[in-house]
Structure formats: structure tokens, C-alpha cells
């Protein structure tokens, strides 16, 4: 039996896709711009070594004089930090087909963290019934999104 280990992405209407050789540091970023950019608390980054835009093309914003990010243009996903300086591009962990493979190692730009955002994972759960009804909710979606 063949494993297929590729490392593939692409943003939530399958109109941008990736495939990555390798993947390098993964962290969630604290800073306004990545807390804008991904509409969220932190944006969660992993390093992508020699990636390949297998299809679409995706926008770019210059977000900063030092780099720019790149988004799908049809869905808005965000999928990826570039620096102008050097060749690093980092992809939103999110958008990787099998985004365990990059846990998150460190934290950047921590100063600039919601003051609750340390706390989230200590949030309680919904009780059963909660959960029930959600699941029961969720068996009724029908995603429009593109693996």
C-alpha cells in the first residue's frame, strides 16, 4: 500500500489549491494585522517550504511595506503571509487539508493579545443536550466547501 504524504491546501470554494514540500515553524500570530486579516483573535501560520500553486490564482494585498498576503478572491479565504525581503511564505494552518500536521509551536507578537485570548481553551463545554442539538443541527448542513 502506497501512503500518500503530499501536503495540500486551498481555500473553502476550491477556487485556489497548493501543494507544499514541507512544512517549517508553526505559530499563531497576536498582531492587529493577522487579527484583521483573519477576522479572529490570532492567526494561525505554518512555513511553507517550496510551495507550488497547483490552481487558481490567488489576490495579494500589500498589507505592510515588509509583506503582502494572499486571499482567494472568490471566498475571501485568507491563505497566506509573504514577506518582500526573502522567499518565506507562510500558509493559514486552516486552509492545509490536514491542518494537524502543523500544531502550533509558539506564539508571536503575544503583547498584542486579546486579554482573554489565553483563556479560550479553559472555556466550558455545552452540556449533552447541547451537543445533541448541534450535531443534530450540523447533520442537517450541506457544506458548500471543496476538499
Wanted: charged fraction near 20%; aromatic fraction near 8%; hydrophobic fraction near 35%.
Amino acid at each position: 500500500m502506497i501512503m500518500d504524504t503530499s501536503i495540500t491546501g486551498g481555500c473553502q470554494c476550491g477556487a485556489v489549491r497548493y501543494r507544499v514540500e514541507s512544512l517549517g515553524r508553526s505559530s499563531i500570530c497576536h498582531c492587529r494585522m493577522c487579527q484583521r486579516a483573519f477576522g479572529a483573535f490570532y492567526a494561525p501560520l505554518v512555513i511553507a517550504n517550496t510551495i507550488e500553486w497547483t490552481f487558481g490564482q490567488r489576490k495579494l494585498f500589500a498589507s505592510s511595506n515588509v509583506s503582502q498576503r494572499g486571499f482567494c478572491g472568490d471566498c475571501g479565504t485568507p491563505l497566506s503571509l509573504e514577506n518582500f525581503d526573502d522567499d518565506q511564505i507562510e500558509i493559514a494552518t486552516g486552509t492545509l487539508d490536514d491542518p494537524e500536521r502543523a500544531p502550533p509551536t509558539l506564539q508571536i507578537n503575544h503583547r498584542y493579545a486579546c486579554s482573554f485570548s489565553d483563556g479560550i481553551g479553559g472555556l466550558p463545554e455545552p452540556d449533552g443536550d447541547a451537543i445533541a442539538d448541534n450535531d443534530a443541527w450540523n447533520a442537517k448542513v450541506i457544506s458548500h466547501q471543496k476538499p
